[in-house]
Every structure is written in structure tokens, then in C-alpha cells.
């Protein structure tokens, strides 16, 4: 009965936590760098975040109340990246002072400096035993150092141009790189080869890294897009253009769920990749977003641009609603839009909207047509090449009135098409796509909730087997009124004896 009860409180208290489900909203904002927030990073346990600006500091926010900062300096050029190891007591940075630092986020700030690179270093990462780093440089190269004996390892070089970044994978035995020669590389840290290269970008590629299970790499750039491929068939699995204007960096959530972009646009992106759609739009910077990175858990995220603040949001839009979701696909069957997007501005005010208080959130309706609607286009088309015409003098060129011919009569015969008897089985197709629709929705809610229950019966499982373990250990103790009426009696068959 005790089980059964704990277990009845323990899915009460999981379905409480998942029904609760908001906008991202602003929660904090830091101001102390004197020039634009260029990276950004978490620590392991939540309590700190590092970011780099180009006024060549290192700034450690506690994120504790009134807990101060501090301020770390020793590089000669503006920061260009910064990591905290997998185990938070060291902080990596680089510059374009050509040096890499690794600081201790305490007050002191000490640090020790590798230089092996000949030109600015763009990107710093650990490896998940911390034990290796890896950097990327202008001078085409991608160097990997040892942390514990602080010297420099080997080098990769197949890079023709500046090297912007380079991730190691979640288990140490890959490398991503990419750089201005629009290429995507894989490495292979034993072999030191190069086993895959993707290009298929068309402009030079900023960012790259890996989702936390390691399946997949995704890399953004200056033509504003991003890719994912899956590593394992080597194809592109998602491509998103989603930003006017060039992506400085993104983030995965570590649910690998949802994907931050920050971009030159001052907008930052939240993409939902199970649904593969652009589902909020965050404004909060007043210029370029430079950099955004979500907290180990996914809780928080971070952004910082060139107005120098680093803003701290919390997410929200991770927690899932079950009844919400069946009710949004069962939307999806009924001829209304699609769902909005989201414009979220700041719910507090901060250093460049100091007077707004209200939340201000603009719903866009993404429309698409249900139907084609080329004929009116191609109609335009027509008018204006007619009006062409009579402005150079009423000549045609040869063929033309053969061309306008048969445009006319392939517009004719779609027109008659659509309105004949092809109409009702285009409805019958679009209402088996949206049934269809309905059921992979409904298998895709069938398995979260399917997880859900294993892993609550996992935990009552183990709740189960601690509570028989302390029954077990309560049984097996002796009674103490028992051993007292023991002690007795033979005490007195000892005093009868005597």
C-alpha cells in the first residue's frame, strides 16, 4: 500500500511539472564588459558563467544573488572563445593575440599560456575527460594540446583557408572543423586522418559542433542557414534558413530537441527539430548577437552582443504539455494555419529599453496555401511583357505571340483542370496527408509517453527496493524488551541454581 501510494504521489508530481509550460522570458541581465560579448559558456554546476569580450577580458558571473563577478585580464587582443572544462575548475580562452589561456574561476585568476599558433585563435574546446584540448586559427590549422602536462600534441592541416572552430565529439574520438573554405571536416583523433568532409555550404562556416549523443554534426555561416548531418549515413538531415543575415553561433539543447542561433540579424532563433520548424524569436539585444549557449541542463541560456550585456533567459519551452500537444495536432487537421511564431521581447526592462515594462510579444501567422496560386503570378508575368512590348513600339520579337500562345493555353488547361473533376481527389489526397499527419503525431505522443512510464517505473522500482531493503534490515534487528526477558530469565535460573 505504501508503494502504491509513493508511486501515485510520484506521477502526480511529474505531470504538475510537465503541464507547466511558457515563453522563454528574460530573467537577468549582466553588464561589466566595456566592448561586444563574442562567447559564452556555462559551468558544469550552474553557478558560473564565463564570457569573453573583444575589450580583451574574461568575465566569471556568479550566478548566485549579489554575488560579484570577476574580471580576469592577460589577453592582448580581444577574446574570441571561452569553455569550462567538464569538471569546472579550469576556464579556456582564446584571443586574437594568438594565445590560449587556461584560467582558475576564482578571485585570483591565475593562468597559464599555450602558443603554438601564427596567426588569431578563433575557437577553444575540452574533451569530455578534460584531459585534451583543441583549438582553431587563422593559420589554417587545428591543434590539439594536453591539459595536464600544459604542451602541444599534433596538428591537423587539410584546412585551405581560416579555420573559424572545432569540436571535439562527446566521446573524444572525433573532431569537427570548419573554416572560410565552406567545408565541414571530421577527424579522427587516432588516426589523426581526416575521414568525412561536408561541403555542401555555400559561404564561409562560422560555427560547428555536435549533439550530446554524438550522432549528429551541425554547422551555420555567413549565408545565414544551418545544417545538420547524421555522421553515421553521412547525409543532411535538416537545413533551416531561418535568419536574414549571418549566424555567429548556435547551441544545442541537451535534450537535442531544440537548437539557439544568435545572428547579425540581432535576433536570437529557437528551432524545434523534432518538428523541424522555427518556433519562437527573441529579441532582447540592440545590434549583432554574437554568441548564445544553454546552461548542462537545459534549464537556462545565455546570449551576448555587440551592445555589451550578456543576457540570461530561462527556457521554459522544454517541458511538455500532453493534452496541449494532442490538442495543437489536432489543429493541424482542421483547414486553420499552421501555428504562430513567437516574437518574444523582454519581460523586465534592461540597459536599452529601460521604460518598457509591459511584455510586448508579436504572433506572426506563417500562412501557406492550401491550394497553388501560380496562375496569378504567371498572369503578371504576361501583362508586363504586353506593356514591354508597346514601349519599344508595338514590335514583338519573333515567337513571342507563339510563346504568349501557349502560356494561355497551359494556364487554360490548369485552370479547367483545378476546377474539374481532378478537384475532389486533390481533397481526397489532402485529407489523407492530414490523417497521416494525425498518426505520426499520435505515435511520436504514444512514445514520449512511453518513455514517460519507464522511467516512473524505474524510479518506483528502485523506491520499491529500498523500502524491503529497510524492512529486511528492521526485521533482522533484535527486539530490545525480547533480550531484556532473556537476560532474566537466566539470571534467575542462575540465582535458582545457586
Known sequence: MLVLLLFIIIITAHIALLCIKEDPSLDRHFRGHKGAVTCLDFSPNRKQLASGSVDKSVMIWNLAPKARAYRFVGHSDAVTAVQFCPFGKLVASCSKDRSVRLWTPSMKGESTVFRAHSAPVRSVSFSHDALRLVTASDDRSVKVWSVQRRCFLYSLNQHTNWVHCARFSPDGRLIASCGDDRSVRLWDTSTKLCINVFSSCTGPVTSVDFNS????????????????????????????????AEIHSFSFHPSNNFLLSASADGTVKVVDLLEGRLIYTLHGHQGEVLSVAFCRTGETFASGGTDAQVLLWRTNFDRVCYQEMLLQHNRRATPDPAPHLSDIHPRMPHQHQPESTNIQVTHLRDIHPRMPHQHQPESTNIQLRGAAAKANGGAEPAGANQRREEEEEVETHRLDVLSGHPLALRSTLNHIVKQLDILTQTVSVLEERLTFTEDNLKTCLVNQSQLFRSLRDSESEPDPEQTERVEFGRSGSEDGST
Open 213 to 244: 549523443s554524438g550522432t549528429c554534426v551541425a554547422a551555420s555561416g555567413s549565408d545565414s542557414s544551418l545544417r545538420i548531418w547524421d555522421i553515421r549515413t553521412n547525409k543532411l538531415l535538416q537545413h533551416y534558413q531561418v535568419h536574414s
